[in-house]
């Protein structure tokens, strides 16, 4: 099987590909107020988890660096990513955190235990967030203007992770698409189980929110407080972008 993955370093290099081809069709000075007034969303960690750190027992890199220094070099390797981001012309990115990866029902069928969300899991999260969050802090401070806007994903997930019925689901555990327990193996396929009712499902397959549920997080970076929005949400970053 052959996986198509984009390094971030590659995509980096296609902004600016993309600005270069930009500059010829309207002029520099046009081309930079475009790339500046544009919203940026980043999304790192999940996967440096998931599908590399604990993708099986005693991968290569769980091997080299226990979770703490993992964690570190992730975060170290990141900020190296958004500071040349920032130094491409980024000036307004939204920066999303990981949610709560050992709650998916894929974690909880492989490495949970009787239902609940794998420990492990949870743990890299718990060490992830908080150390991007002063990332973005220092970046912007570093600067002298909020480029950087932290969205704390985990609580959103955790809001109808740990309380569906309050947001309309059935369950937080089983997936709408699947197969196993808590239809958390494999992918979401014709062969699949399918739930009648996705709206009754915050998870759509595996690893994935389902639409309703992608929604709830949507509302929360427009209109959220400073908990899952910081130093300000969607709405407040577009009335001042307005002004200038």
């Given at each position: 099987m052959q996986i198509?993955?984009?390094?971030?370093?590659?995509?980096?290099?296609?902004?600016?590909?993309?600005?270069?081809?930009?500059?010829?069709?309207?002029?520099?000075?046009?081309?930079?107020?475009?790339?500046?007034?544009?919203?940026?969303?980043?999304?790192?960690?999940?996967?440096?988890?998931?599908?590399?750190?604990?993708?099986?027992?005693?991968?290569?890199?769980?091997?080299?660096?226990?979770?703490?220094?993992?964690?570190?070099?992730?975060?170290?390797?990141?900020?190296k990513l958004l500071k040349i981001l920032y130094k491409l012309g980024g000036k307004r990115v939204l920066v999303t955190g990981t949610g709560p990866l050992g709650c998916a029902p894929a974690e909880r069928a492989m490495r949970g235990t009787n239902g609940g969300c794998s420990a492990e899991l949870q743990r890299a999260a718990a060490l992830f967030n908080p150390q991007l969050d002063e990332v973005l802090s220092e970046l912007n401070r570093e600067i002298g203007r909020d480029v950087f806007v932290g969205v704390n994903t985990a609580q959103m997930h955790n809001d109808f992770v740990t309380n569906p019925g309050a947001f309309g689901f059935a369950t937080s555990k089983v997936a709408c698409c699947g197969q196993g327990p808590y239809n958390g193996l494999g992918l979401c396929t014709p062969a699949s189980n399918l739930c009648p009712n996705r709206n009754l499902y915050a998870f759509w397959d595996a690893f994935h929110p389902s639409e309703k549920a992608n929604r709830i997080i949507v509302e929360q970076m427009f209109s959220g407080t400073a908990e899952y929005m910081k130093p300000m949400n969607l709405t407040t970053i577009l009335q001042l972008d307005a002004r200038t």
């Open positions: 198509n993955i984009i390094r971030m370093y590659q995509q980096l290099a296609y902004f600016q590909a993309y600005q270069r081809r930009i500059r010829g069709l309207i002029g520099a000075a046009r081309a930079k107020r475009v790339v500046s007034g544009a919203l940026v969303l980043i999304t790192v960690g999940g996967n440096d988890f998931v599908n590399n750190y604990y993708l099986v027992p005693y991968s290569a890199r769980s091997r080299q660096l226990a979770l703490p220094d993992y964690v570190k070099y992730v975060i170290s390797e990141y900020k």
